[in-house]
């Protein structure tokens, strides 16, 4: 099988963890916040960047959430970088604790080979 010519696909882990000033707001001001603050920024900024979001402060002191975001090529997700750090997200609401970035099954990408991949039932 011969290696992809076409860019692949980025997936960013964001860890995050909340901020003090982002735990004193209710419910309803963290969602008003983030519709109003956050994702207009982030779609004037970016196309081509879509994401998913995980709770993990049951588990975890350091980080209390996970935000994947996958982004059709580096420059998209270089966007979105750039578009979150123009919003309270960054920094203020939440401390960006690691980024973790990564193409899906780039080795078999880079020899030519068929991703392995496992199915359970």
């Known amino acids: 099988m011969p290696a992809e010519t076409t860019q692949a696909p980025v997936t ?7 901020t003090p000033e982002w735990l004193a707001m209710t419910v309803e001001e963290r969602v008003r ?6 994702v207009p920024v982030v779609e004037a900024g970016t196309t081509g960047v879509r994401s998913r979001f995980y709770d993990t402060e049951f588990y975890s002191a350091r980080v209390t ?8 090529d580096h420059r998209a997700y270089q ?12 920094d203020r609401y939440f401390e960006v604790v690691d980024l973790l970035v ?20």
Request: hydrophobic share 45%.
């Open 12 to 18: 960013a882990f964001m860890l995050v963890k909340t």
């Open 33 to 38: 916040a983030f519709t109003t603050e956050v």
């Open 65 to 72: 959430d996970v935000w994947v975001w996958e982004a059709e």
């Open 79 to 90: 966007f979105l970088v750039d578009a979150l750090r123009e919003t309270p997200f960054w």
């Open 102 to 121: 990564g193409t899906e099954n780039g080795y078999a990408r880079t020899y030519g080979v068929e991703a392995v991949t496992s199915i359970s039932t």
